[in-house]
């Protein structure tokens, strides 16, 4: 039948040819994993519900009890159901006029849009009809024939039985279970539930064509274009299998023998949207889940990121590049309710213009396990590299982790701290030549950022040991005016006027979604110290780079006002009374990023990795010269490394002097509900290609 589901609702749907007694079996356990899609798919959206993200009392009724969900997983719900409540508002407003509509929804599971709608009074002249696997429509009808209130909305009900095909029947409901694939069979039993053909239909199919094999799936969306004269059909679907997250998702969905398949064939936004014009629907609009949320109005936007603290950003955004809604018109009546994005969006999408080369990347020589994200680097002195911070699977981090050069090649050490063991992410590092590193920001949670600055000094014999290496934290004691409490921030060492400076320059706070102001900790005096800053101030945001530059420092990309990533190059220049804001002017510009990380060679800022949200694929090496506004852009090649490799809250340091290679440290995150993914270990880049092009 359909089929269920974050998915699946459905993949028993549409007839498969005979097979062996070991198909058959296989099949039920795939379409019984297909089936639980749905329990989990209804929990979470209850959750979202009842945290005030959307509005439906109705859900609730069909779970035992309402179980909460992070963040992350309520967001990507009510994104998801946003866009479909848009889309049958749209249809349902479109069609006012006509005599009758109808709704089908395919793979219904326990959806409750049928009630809600009821409930909304948005039902004159509107039939539903739900369609799924037998063992769900059994089930959803008997949960409906326990509530009082949702047996309550159906009205004149002819039919509440336990056996199907009809397992609920009336006046504007009609549940059942069959199997779409088998298109006479279908026909008939939507017959006999009083589908009318010639009218006006909403088709309805979230996450549930692509748990098919392509061919089936292709088939059903080419049976309702020949069927329905006039209809809009709305699909909800993944997208973008062949990047890292899109692995991870592809691999959780295996793991839980309910493969997902039109994505391989149909990858990318474009795609989808030919697929539905050549099986015979005559207009189609396709939008990944990122343009839809920005085609919301700002107030909606700002209300939803206000709901509950929130610092999944990378993940959310990657989440809703890898999702999409879906409209296709078939005849005039239904055109009008297609999506229709706004003429200029926040986000325009942009292609990068990639050399025809990538850069390679190799695991470092002595695979040192580090599966951290979070987490900040600084380079004590060659062949020493100092790690702090960050959360693991072992939960968030007390100890500093050393990367140590051996003569074998790289080791890893825990190095418990003397003093201050406060667990930090998404702090800042800055190596400071002489005595090692200061620590400044970072948090604990979204609601408890830190304030204090550290000093970081460390003691070793001739060479980096780990059984030699000492770390020693204490708390600076500053004076002068602080800095709010912040992180993803950015932390340079300045030198002006014959004095040590650490400039911190924007972040976020627990009620502050972005910062730009600016503010100088002098080393020498540990004192907030007013320097003069003329010119106008870069745009405030958190998660971008800063790296030192010409006694300045230069500043790239970010996450900005509104949540919309940024591409611009900032220099701070050093003068004699202080510092003063420029914009680099870029000889062509480049797709906005953030998460990222930067390094300063020569006259070149060699930007790496980062997520991005206008354009396909992942970010991977950018270099910008300083100096032109030049820039090329280089795709990695990652088929050294047999795990996916997630460049975003991960770490970066130059390994020689000359600039020439570049380890990466740490990334990754939690993939929506596909489960967490972290780097297993640090990769080195050669940059010369690119440095030499």
């Known amino acids: 039948m359909f089929m269920t ?41 209850v959750s979202a519900a009842a945290k005030g993200y959307f509005q439906d009392d109705l859900l609730r009724h069909f779970v035992c009890k309402v179980s909460r969900r992070a963040p992350l997983i309520n967001r990507g719900y009510y994104v998801r159901w946003q866009a479909v409540d848009h889309c049958v508002k749209q249809f349902l407003r479109v069609t006012g006029s006509c005599v009758s509509r109808q709704i089908l929804s395919l793979g219904a599971g326990f959806d409750s849009l049928y009630f809600r709608l009821h409930a909304e009074g948005a039902l004159e002249r509107v039939v539903v009809f739900e369609v799924d696997f037998p063992d769900v429509a059994r089930r959803k009808a008997a949960l409906i024939s326990g509530d009082d209130r949702l047996k ?35 026909e008939g039993v939507l017959s006999e539930a009083g589908l009318q053909w010639d009218r006006p239909t909403l088709v309805l199919s979230e996450v549930v064509l692509t748990y098919m094999e392509t061919e089936w799936s292709d088939a059903v969306i080419g049976w309702a274009a020949r069927i329905l004269p006039q209809a809009l059909i709305v699909m909800y679907e993944q997208i973008r299998p062949d990047d890292p997250f899109g692995r991870v998702m592809q ?78 018109s078939k005849g005039s009546l239904t055109s009008p309710a297609l999506l229709n994005p706004p003429n200029e969006s926040l986000i325009p999408l942009m292609a990068p213009e990639l050399e025809s080369f990538s850069m390679a990347v190799w695991p470092l020589e002595g695979a040192p396990c580090v599966e951290m994200v979070g987490m900040a680097s600084s380079v004590l002195e060659p062949g020493l590299l100092l790690l702090s911070g960050g959360f693991g699977r072992g939960g968030r981090r007390t100890a500093a982790t050393a990367l140590i050069r051996g003569k074998t090649g790289w080791t890893c050490a825990t190095v418990e701290l003397d003093g201050d063991k406060g667990v930090r992410l998404y702090h800042a590092l800055t190596p400071v030549p002489g005595w090692g590193a200061v620590i400044t920001g970072g948090r604990t949670s979204p609601l408890n950022p830190i304030d ?68 100088f900790l002098c080393l020498e005096d540990q004192h907030w110290t007013d320097v003069p800053l003329e010119g106008r101030s870069p745009e405030p945001r958190h998660s971008h780079s800063a790296c030192a530059y010409r006694g300045g420092l230069v500043i790239f990309g970010g996450l900005g006002q509104g949540g919309v990533p940024l591409g611009d190059v900032i220099l701070l220049k050093s003068m004699s009374r202080g510092f003063i804001w420029e914009r680099l002017q870029l000889q062509s510009a480049l797709v906005p990023r953030y998460s990222h990380t930067a390094h300063v060679i020569g006259e070149n800022l060699v930007v790496v990795g980062g997520v991005w949200i206008q354009a396909d694929g992942v970010p991977g090496v950018a270099v910008i010269n300083l100096t032109t506004g030049g ?11 047999p795990w996916p490799l997630m460049l975003h809250s991960f770490c970066s340091e130059l390994l020689d002097s000359e600039g020439a290679e570049l380890v990466l440290i740490g990334g990754g995150g939690n993939c929506f509900s596909f489960g967490t993914h972290l780097n297993n270990h640090p990769v080195t880049l050669d940059l010369r290609p690119v440095l030499d092009h």
């Open 152 to 186: 309550d909305s159906l009205l004149e009900l002819d039919l509440l039985a336990q056996t199907g095909p009809v397992y609920v029947r009336s006046a504007q409901y009609n549940l059942l279970g069959v199997d779409v694939r088998n298109e006479r069979e279908a």
């Open 452 to 519: 204090s600055v550290l000093k970081v000094t460390y003691s070793l014999n001739d060479q980096p040991d780990p059984q030699t290496v000492q770390l020693s934290v204490e708390k600076m004691v500053c004076t002068g005016q602080a800095p709010k409490p912040r992180w993803r921030h950015t932390a340079t060492l300045l030198n002006h006027g014959g004095r040590n400076y650490i400039f911190v320059f924007g972040g976020r706070t627990e009620r502050e979604p972005v910062l730009g102001d600016a503010h």
């Open 5 to 45: 589901g974050e998915g699946l609702r459905g993949e028993e749907m549409l007839g498969a040819p005979p097979a062996t007694i070991s198909k058959k079996k296989q099949k039920h356990g795939k379409d019984a994993a297909v089936q639980g899609t749905n329990d989990s798919s209804v929990v979470s959206k």
């Open 631 to 641: 820039s090329v852009e280089v795709n990695i090649d990652t088929s050294s490394v």
């Open 251 to 328: 691999n959780h969905f295996l793991k839980l023998n309910s493969k997902i398949h039109a994505l391989c064939q149909y990858p990318n936004t474009s795609a989808q949207s030919q697929r539905f014009l050549q099986k015979g629907w005559e207009k189609c609009v396709c939008l990944d889940m990122n343009q839809f949320y920005f085609s919301l109005s700002k107030d909606e936007r700002e209300r939803v990121e206000k709901m509950e603290p929130f610092d999944e950003f990378e993940e959310w955004h990657q989440k809703c590049s890898h999702y999409f809604i879906l409209t296709a």
